[in-house]
């Protein structure tokens, strides 16, 4: 089974960026996509962007234009740039492994704070 490290996460001011990492290892090479999940205080945990083996992409409405996910398979690292941040980007983030066996990164922390 793969196992997942994020890092990146942090306070930010309204209007500011983050990139978020998640690194891979383990059982790397049955993968059939990647993720980016989101759970605010009080919500449900959800699909923030996702990137498939192909390299095709799907975002959430809300941050469509503002966020870009992409791989850089060599390192099996998968990255969420994060711009023009909002306060209701304000959540745990969370890696998502698409595979046999699903697999999910322990959360990072993102603040959007005025």
């Known amino acids: 089974q793969v196992q997942l490290v994020e890092s990146g996460g942090g306070l930010v001011q309204p209007g500011g960026s983050l990139r978020l990492s998640c690194a891979a290892s383990g059982r790397t090479d049955n993968i059939l996509a990647m993720a980016w999940y989101r759970q605010a205080p009080g919500k449900q945990r959800e699909l923030v962007a996702l990137?498939?083996?192909?390299?095709?992409?799907n975002y959430a409405d809300s941050v469509k234009g503002r966020f870009t996910i992409c791989r850089d398979n060599a390192k099996n690292t998968l990255y969420l740039q994060m711009n023009s941040l909002k306060p209701e980007d304000t959540a745990v983030y969370y890696c998502?492994?698409?595979?046999?066996?699903?697999?999910w990164g322990q959360g990072t922390q993102v603040t959007v704070y005025s």
């Open positions: 990137i498939t083996n192909s390299g095709m992409t």
């Open positions: 998502y492994v698409r595979q046999p066996k699903p697999a």
